[in-house]
């Protein structure tokens, strides 16, 4: 299963972004998926994750209400569509597969990692 993170950029706070996550090898229908992120000198941290048909998500508090996730079965492919973006978004993004239909905020969790894409939102 290869992971290929999309979409990063540089962008002013109170813009949007969307990052995709297209998925190759195997059919991700019956996984769930999440997104990390990682800052420059911090830990990954928990963004959001979807399970497998999409119906159930979970968010961070810290993005909650700004960020959505969502995912298109057809296509292998999730989204992360991000909303009034703030500094403090700025990092490393990657994408996550869980061979489980439900998933959680754990990095142990998932099996499958992507490379990343960074994500700049400046002041």
């Known amino acids: 299963v290869q992971l290929q993170a999309s979409g990063g950029g540089l962008v002013q706070a109170g813009g949007s972004l969307r990052l995709s996550c297209a998925v190759s090898?195997?059919?991700?229908?019956?996984?769930?998926m999440g997104w990390f992120r990682q800052a420059p000198g911090k830990e990954r941290e928990f963004v959001a994750t979807?399970?497998?048909?999409?119906?159930?998500?979970s968010y961070s508090d810290s993005v909650k209400g700004r960020f959505t996730i969502s995912r298109d079965r057809a296509k292998n492919t999730v989204y992360l569509q991000m909303n009034s973006l703030i500094p403090e978004d700025t990092a490393v993004y990657y994408c996550a597969a869980d061979r489980a239909f439900y998933s959680g905020s754990s990095y142990d969790e998932y099996d499958f990692w992507g490379q990343g894409t960074q994500v700049t939102v400046s002041s």
């Open positions: 090898g195997r059919t991700i229908s019956s996984y769930a």
């Open positions: 979807i399970n497998w048909n999409g119906v159930s998500t």
